[in-house]
């Protein structure tokens, strides 16, 4: 077996297990992975839409996912400002304690030296840079690294959807991402 297959085989046993570790109480592997989206996606970037874009699902299976978790009372449905035909999803109080629940893979990353968990970062982000890259893609990135993000004002501002943002939000996913590198499009 080659490294690459091994690499590959051992990121998606480890994506097994971590999917596994999503079968709690009344939760599946993708209402938790959705969770877990919501979590760290910016207001901006939590539409039905873009959560199956990032996790790589239908748009209609993401649907019934988050209606799901709406009527379990994990997130709560909010309309976007002016248009009320488009919606987007946050996280209720509850819903944000099980996307901050330790996972079995989280407990196994936090004992690795810092020097490790920096280089593993670095490569699975590359990997993942790539594999995006090959399928037409959209990195969804923080924030803070996006050519449209201006750190001036109070707690940034969007230059690209010509907001400001909010505390927190340039630790946040963006479906809006541009790497400062990337083509203009």
Known sequence: MTSQSRIR?????????????GWS???????YAALDYLARANRHS????????????????????L???????FVQEEPKTGDQRSISYALTAEGMALAEAP??????????????TAAL???????????LDARDGRAFGLCKNCRFH???PVHGYCTLLDLPLQHG?????????????????
Do not use: W, Y
């Open 25 to 31: 109480g009344s939760l599946n592997p993708a209402q």
């Open 46 to 65: 939590r539409a039905p839409s873009h959560v199956a874009e990032f996790l790589g699902t239908t748009r209609g299976t993401m649907s019934q996912t």
């Open 121 to 131: 970062e670095t490569a699975l982000t590359d990997i993942l840079r790539a594999a």
């Open 67 to 73: 209606k799901a978790l709406a009527r379990k009372g």
């Open 150 to 152: 201006d750190a001036g």
């Open 169 to 185: 939000d340039r630790d946040l996913i963006c479906v809006e991402h541009k790497a400062p590198s990337d083509d203009a499009t």
């Open 9 to 21: 085989s051992l990121i998606n046993r480890l994506a097994r297990i971590d999917a596994a570790g």
């Open 103 to 116: 996972s079995v893979i989280g407990t196994a990353l936090s004992g690795l030296e810092d020097r490790v």
